[in-house]
């Protein structure tokens, strides 16, 4: 047997880490995976590649977050491996060993934001972004699309790129009104100078492979195509699964592989996924095989049975209109920005962010600089009851003259005396500094 497409493989099942012994999120997630795909024989099909992870750096962090107080206090050496397992798949694909890769490693990373002060959502870095900025500075990938199918709503990444015109990024997830972390409606479509390059689509209870497929037919594949990005990145969480314990989603191994299949990322990276033994098996068996383009039809779960998990006519009217509501609103993009363009010199949003793993608060207030020219200079006010109170300033990767300018000033002036530590993240320079107190 033999790959249609060279595919390269990394596994990271963190045997050191874990959230508790008996949690959701521990190093079992992989390991049935692992036997599941020596026992097939996977790793024996000609063009199927396994590769060794890497270890992330600091600069590969700073690149992406600001790390309160700083990147070493809050992460461990699994999660420096996790994104040293996505960069070891970057590097595989873009130096052309082979055509695309999946990352099968863990901790994950999604619902980690650009403030980072702790763990939320079992996510301390978000190891998607850490790989593409390090894919821009050492491979020069401009134009990018991350689709979200995990079935959490990918917040970390969407607030990491809610500024950034480049990258595309595309959810779809069990709706916020029903499922951790509560957001991600088709409202939210990115800031002032990135309208439309978020994209969420929120799914009901009960969505099967009909209404995945159809939301994918209907709605990502054309906006994919719209955007014409140069790569595509899926974070693969598998919790849409119907044997899933903490979702209530009906998604199997098949439908996965078919959306695999037709999306054709170039990088898949998992994300959730907690049916440890009844599911993760079978379904990344599957998007394995729909990633090297051979025949997956006969993976199935054990208990599969495409009856017992079908939607309902209920679930198809929900779907199709939220469809169209995105839809709908995407054509309105062009219009708000002009009125943002003629409007005030800044924007500002306040958050309030829980730390649902650590179990504390934090209170951000972002201001952004609306610009014609670039993504926009951005500046964040960040206080957790942790007790840290941080100022985060970044200069985006294409930042025009006056916002590299005025970053500056904002670093310079910025007052240790209001804030424990001031931060400057200038991406046009690779360069991050840092002021404390």
């Keep these: 047997?033999?790959?249609?497409?060279?595919?390269?493989?990394?596994?990271?099942?963190?045997?050191?880490?874990?959230?508790?012994?008996?949690?959701?999120?521990?190093?079992?997630?992989?390991?049935?995976?692992?036997?599941?795909?020596?026992?097939?024989?996977?790793?024996?099909?000609?063009?199927?590649?396994?590769?060794?992870?890497?270890?992330?750096?600091?600069?590969?962090?700073?690149?992406?977050?600001?790390?309160?107080?700083?990147?070493?206090?809050?992460?461990?050496?699994?999660?420096?491996?996790?994104?040293?397992?996505?960069?070891?798949?970057?590097?595989?694909?873009?130096?052309?060993?082979?055509?695309?890769?999946?990352?099968?490693?863990?901790?994950?990373?999604?619902?980690?934001?650009?403030?980072?002060?702790?763990?939320?959502?079992?996510?301390?870095?978000?190891?998607?972004?850490?790989?593409?900025?390090?894919?821009?500075?050492?491979?020069?990938?401009?134009?990018?699309?991350?689709?979200?199918?995990?079935?959490?709503?990918?917040?970390?990444?969407?607030?990491?790129?809610?500024?950034?015109?480049?990258?595309?990024?595309?959810?779809?997830?069990?709706?916020?009104?029903?499922?951790?972390?509560?957001?991600?409606?088709?409202?939210?479509?990115?800031?002032?100078?990135?309208?439309?390059?978020?994209?969420?689509?929120?799914?009901?209870?009960?969505?099967?492979?009909?209404?995945?497929?159809?939301?994918?037919?209907?709605?990502?594949?054309?906006?994919l195509e719209e955007f014409e990005p140069e790569l595509i990145i899926n974070s693969a969480g598998q919790d849409n699964h119907y044997s899933d314990p903490i979702t209530n989603m009906n998604f199997s191994a098949q439908g996965y592989a078919k959306l695999t299949e037709q999306l054709r990322p170039h990088i898949a990276v998992l994300e959730g996924g907690y049916s440890i033994e009844g599911a993760l098996p079978y379904v990344n068996v599957g998007i394995i095989l729909a990633l090297a383009g051979v025949d997956y039809s006969w993976v199935r779960e054990p208990d599969y049975d495409p009856e017992q998990i079908r939607q309902d006519s209920q679930v198809d009217s929900l779907i199709s209109g939220t469809c169209g509501k995105v839809l709908e609103l995407r054509q309105e993009c062009a219009l708000r920005r002009e009125k943002y363009l003629g409007g005030s010199e800044f924007v500002q949003r306040n958050k309030s962010v829980f730390y649902d793993t650590d179990g504390f608060l934090e209170d951000q207030r972002e201001v952004v600089r609306v610009c014609r020219e670039c993504a926009g200079l951005m500046r964040i006010d960040s206080r957790a009851e942790t007790g840290y109170r941080i100022l985060g300033i970044r200069v985006p990767r294409k930042g025009c003259p006056t916002c590299q300018r005025l970053g500056r000033q904002w670093f310079e002036s910025g007052s240790v005396k209001a804030f424990d530590k001031v931060y400057l993240q200038d991406c046009v320079t690779d360069e991050y500094q840092v002021k404390s107190a």
């Design 1 to 223: 047997m033999k790959a249609k497409r060279r595919t390269g493989l990394v596994f990271f099942p963190a045997f050191d880490w874990a959230i508790s012994e008996t949690h959701p999120e521990r190093e079992e997630r992989l390991l049935y995976t692992q036997d599941q795909v020596f026992e097939e024989g996977i790793l024996d099909i000609e063009g199927l590649v396994e590769f060794n992870p890497v270890v992330a750096t600091v600069k590969d962090v700073e690149r992406v977050h600001f790390c309160v107080p700083e990147v070493e206090a809050v992460l461990t050496e699994s999660h420096y491996i996790a994104a040293g397992g996505c960069k070891a798949i970057a590097d595989a694909v873009l130096g052309g060993t082979t055509e695309c890769g999946f990352a099968l490693v863990r901790p994950p990373g999604h619902h980690a934001m650009r403030v980072v002060h702790g763990s939320r959502g079992f996510c301390n870095i978000n190891i998607e972004a850490v790989m593409l900025e390090y894919m821009r500075w050492t491979y020069g990938v401009d134009r990018v699309a991350i689709v979200d199918t995990d079935c959490h709503h990918g917040d970390g990444t969407q607030d990491i790129y809610w500024h950034d015109p480049d990258t595309l990024v595309i959810s779809l997830h069990q709706d916020g009104r029903t499922l951790y972390p509560g957001s991600g409606f088709p409202t939210e479509m990115g800031g002032p100078n990135a309208l439309g390059t978020t994209v969420n689509i929120p799914l009901p209870p009960g969505t099967s492979e009909q209404g995945f497929l159809y939301v994918l037919n209907r709605v990502v594949l054309p906006i």
